[in-house]
Structure formats: C-alpha cells, structure tokens
C-alpha cells in the first residue's frame, strides 16, 4: 500500500473514531432512549466511546509518524 493510500485510511479511521466518540457523549447525555434502557444504555453509550478512543487515539500516533518521517525524507 503506498504512503498516500495509508494516509487516507489512517484519516478515515480518526475521522470514524471521533464521530463514534461524539456518538456515545450524544447518546449519554442527551438520548431518551439510552436513558429508558438503563444500564445497558449506559454499556452501548460507554462502548461507543470505548471503540472510537480504540480508533481514533493510536492512528494519530502512527499517521504522525509516518509525516514526519516524510518530512525528513523531502529536506535530505
């Protein structure tokens, strides 16, 4: 796979992490429904959060890496 096509999954894997992230603050604090459910509202609330973190938090590591490494390669 080449660097660009990387890039582009790396930013769509952030891009999937946040809103998933927004998802679960949205459906925690403003949802009716979440809140009729109970605890297993508060689980697919939390499970939300928990896999757009999963997503999102170590992609940004490793997209920034790969950027600076591309940096330096274009100022040697």
């Given at each position: 796979?080449?660097?660009?096509?990387?890039?582009?999954?790396?930013?769509?894997c952030i891009t999937m992490?946040?809103?998933?992230?927004?998802?679960?603050?949205?459906?925690?604090?403003?949802?009716?429904?979440?809140?009729?459910?109970?605890?297993?509202?508060?689980?697919?609330?939390?499970?939300?959060?928990?896999?757009?973190?999963?997503?999102?938090?170590?992609?940004?590591?490793?997209?920034?890496?790969?950027?600076?490494?591309?940096?330096?390669?274009?100022?040697?």
């Amino acid at each position: 796979m080449s660097d660009n096509k990387l890039i582009l999954v790396l930013k769509l894997c952030i891009t999937m992490g946040i809103s998933l992230i927004l998802l679960g603050i949205y459906c925690h604090n403003f949802s009716e429904t979440i809140e009729m459910m109970g605890v297993k509202g508060i689980m697919i609330s939390a499970m939300c959060v928990a896999i757009g973190m999963a997503l999102s938090l170590p992609t940004k590591m490793y997209l920034t890496f790969i950027l600076v490494k591309r940096e330096t390669e274009k100022s040697q």
